[in-house]
């Protein structure tokens, strides 16, 4: 590629609970091409709620993923922000985590504050949103759920509530049949975090939610039957019950299976937030953080630290490693 190729492909990089995943993107007239994007759903949270620690098998699938994805970026030559959320800021060993992904693929992996979570989520939804039109944002991870009030793109008051779909799930084992006192009991939890975290009655709240995470598109492709990306707060509170009396065999047919696991946790999560806040529902949207971090690596692009170059003795050592894995028994 050409000399400005570095300057004109930018390269998002989201460890999440549930999954890892890349997204590579072009500048174009203000607004970005995609060039190329994967999703590996490894858990990089798997455990780390209730052990309070990411393992070693853990740390292993997640090191494989991020280099075979540096070799991608290096052969593109872009501008990387590798951002890691709830369940690396949860992880006491998050140094040593952060520091093998250093040694073995060249990518600084930056552990994120809910907040600034938040901020990059406001940024990838809203890019562009004419500079008055006031919104808000729901974007429910594995491990965290963050809220972003905003006018135009820019975001006025950021909150990070520490649940998520899998935390909940492993909360309180509800990736089984759950009984309607367990459902209480869960609601009764959510509600009272939700207390701690967020205010009532701010003002200006506009009547619908933006929702903008893989669980929340599915979620609301439930409750408003038909696949539909719009559901009220009452679809989403008959959806709840109904999931919870499901056996995991029935949600399998509605949901692909890592999702079916955590659907119920997130749903009641979405609706206790959705009516602790007093909007009237909700509309799923297809971006979401990593859109963020590509906007924001265009806004910096003049900032260097911001960026994570790989060099060409690490890239050769990942296109081995790469090619062994790729080719082993």
């Known amino acids: 590629m050409g000399p400005s190729t570095s300057k004109s492909v930018l390269a998002a990089i989201d460890v999440g609970t549930n999954a890892v995943r890349l997204e590579l993107a072009r500048p174009v007239d203000g607004a970005l091409e995609r060039l190329h994007k994967e999703r590996d759903p490894i858990r990089p949270g798997e455990g780390v709620f209730t052990s309070g620690r990411m393992s070693r098998e853990t740390t292993d699938r997640l090191v494989s993923t991020l280099r075979r994805y540096a070799v991608l970026c290096q052969r593109h030559e872009a501008r990387v922000r590798a951002v890691a959320t709830s369940a690396m800021r949860d992880a006491r060993n998050q140094a040593e985590v952060v520091q093998r992904v250093h040694d073995e693929t060249g990518l600084k992996l930056e552990v994120v504050s809910g907040e600034e979570e938040a901020r990059l989520i406001c940024l990838g939804v809203l ?25 135009g793109e820019r975001p006025d008051e950021l909150w990070s509530l520490p649940l998520g779909a899998v935390r909940l799930t492993e909360l309180f084992e509800t990736s089984g049949k759950v009984s309607p006192e367990r459902l209480r009991l869960m609601r009764g939890y959510v509600e009272e975090a939700l207390r701690e975290t967020l205010p009532r009655n701010v003002p200006q709240l506009p009547r619908v939610a ?19 990306s719009h559901a009220s707060v009452n679809q989403l509170t008959r959806a709840v019950e109904l999931l919870a009396e499901m056996t995991p065999e029935e ?39 990593r859109k963020g971090i590509l906007v924001d690596l265009l806004y910096r692009q003049d900032a260097a630290n911001e960026a994570t170059p790989l060099t060409g003795a690490v890239l050769a050592a990942n296109q081995r490693r790469a090619f062994d894995e790729k080719h082993a028994p």
Do not use: N, W
């Open 251 to 289: 949600r399998h047919e509605h949901f692909e299976p890592r999702r079916a696991d955590i659907i119920v946790a997130g749903a009641t999560l979405l609706e206790c937030v959705l009516r602790y806040l007093g909007v009237e529902g909700v509309i799923a949207v297809k971006q979401g953080l």
């Open 127 to 151: 890019h562009r949103t004419p500079p008055r039109t006031r919104s808000l944002l729901v974007d429910m991870g594995g491990g965290s759920t963050e809220v972003a009030l905003a006018t």
């Open 210 to 228: 933006l929702g903008s995470s893989g669980t929340i598109k599915a979620v609301v492709g439930f409750a408003a039957s038909r696949g539909g």
